[in-house]
């Protein structure tokens, strides 16, 4: 069964995100963290959902929009690397 692992980055954009958020409503700021985190574990029995970024390759990274922020991950072996989360309007 393939696990879901979060990089040190990818909490980074977390707490990145939770501190930008919380300031203006912060049960807002709860609501999104709990989406962004609950995410991912579709990715359990759906591990390929997220559009491929080849740019990456031989790495399988794939995409997956939530809302309005994009989960960059990797399928590697049978784990599921959560690399990076940010809003879609934050330059990138």
Known sequence: MREIRWTG???????RLYAFLAPKNE?????VLKTLISAPNILVTNP???????????????RLLISD?????????????????WHTREQR
């Open 48 to 62: 390929r959902i997220g559009e491929q970024l080849f740019q990456f390759a031989p790495r399988e990274v794939r």
């Open 9 to 15: 980055k990818g909490l980074s954009d977390l707490e």
């Open 69 to 85: 922020y994009e989960m960059r991950y990797e399928l590697r072996d049978s784990d599921i690397f959560v690399l990076r989360i």
């Open 27 to 31: 049960q807002a700021a709860k609501r």
